[in-house]
């Protein structure tokens, strides 16, 4: 299974496959979005895929209705391992 992480970077949000950076953005939102177009692209090609967010409280309430109007929901890692 392929794992996304987008976490806040340093300069902002990172979209991260393992260890590697694959996109620096600069909200979580747009981190949410690349890391959701690359999901996708490997669901369609047979692969599972999973997206893990970095939990940031403030982020997360700020960005939370832009998130929810899109149809992505907030997973913990916890969750995410329970399924």
């Given at each position: 299974?392929?794992?996304?992480?987008?976490?806040?970077?340093?300069?902002?949000?990172?979209?991260?496959?393992?260890?590697?950076?694959?996109?620096?953005?600069?909200?979580?939102?747009?981190?949410?979005?690349?890391?959701?177009?690359?999901?996708?692209?490997?669901?369609?090609?047979g692969q599972a895929v999973a997206?893990?967010?970095?939990?940031?409280?403030?982020?997360?309430?700020?960005?939370?209705?832009?998130?929810?109007?899109?149809?992505y929901v907030w997973a913990s890692?916890?969750?995410?391992?329970a399924q």
């Amino acid at each position: 299974m392929h794992m996304f992480k987008v976490a806040k970077g340093e300069y902002g949000w990172t979209v991260k496959l393992g260890d590697a950076l694959i996109a620096p953005c600069r909200s979580q939102l747009a981190a949410v979005e690349q890391a959701q177009r690359m999901a996708e692209a490997l669901r369609r090609n047979g692969q599972a895929v999973a997206i893990i967010i970095e939990q940031d409280p403030e982020a997360q309430r700020l960005a939370a209705p832009a998130i929810a109007a899109r149809g992505y929901v907030w997973a913990s890692r916890r969750e995410l391992r329970a399924q």
